[in-house]
C-alpha cells in the first residue's frame, strides 16, 4: 500500500486539490469573493513553486493545476477568463516577492 502511495501521490494530491478547489468555489458567495480566493490560491502556488525551483518541480505543477481544474470546475459566479487570469497573476506576484526577498519564510 505504501509503495503504490510514494508512486503515486502526485495524482493523489492532484485529485484531493481538485476536490478542494471544487469545494472551496462552491461555497463562494459571489464572484468578487471567488477573485479573492483564487488570486490567494494562485499566491500560496507561487510561494510552493518557489520553494520548489532547485528540485522536484513537475509534480507539482500538476497539483497546482489540479486545484484550478477543480476551482473552475465548481464556479457558477465570475468569468472562467478572469478566474485563470488572476490565478496566473497571484503566481507570478507571489514568485516574484519572494525572488526578490520581499517576502520570506521560515521553513519549521
Known amino acids: 500500500m505504501t509503495d503504490f ?3 503515486n501521490w502526485a495524482e493523489f494530491f492532484f485529485f484531493v486539490l481538485m476536490v478542494l478547489g ?4 462552491i461555497s463562494s458567495p459571489s464572484a ?3 477573485y479573492i480566493v483564487i488570486f490567494l490560491s494562485g499566491m ?17 505543477y500538476i497539483i497546482i493545476i489540479g486545484f484550478l481544474i477543480g476551482f473552475l470546475l465548481g ?6 477568463k ?6 496566473i ?9 519572494h525572488n526578490k526577498g520581499y517576502l520570506k519564510d521560515v521553513l519549521y
Open 82 to 87: 478572469i478566474i485563470l487570469i488572476l490565478f
Open 22 to 25: 471544487f469545494v472551496m468555489a
Open 32 to 34: 468578487f469573493i471567488s
Open 5 to 7: 502511495f510514494f508512486k
Open 44 to 60: 500560496i502556488g507561487g510561494r510552493i513553486l518557489y520553494d520548489r525551483k532547485k528540485k522536484l518541480t513537475f509534480p507539482y
Open 89 to 97: 497573476l497571484g503566481i507570478l506576484f507571489s514568485y516574484h516577492l
Open 75 to 80: 464556479n457558477f459566479y465570475g468569468s472562467k
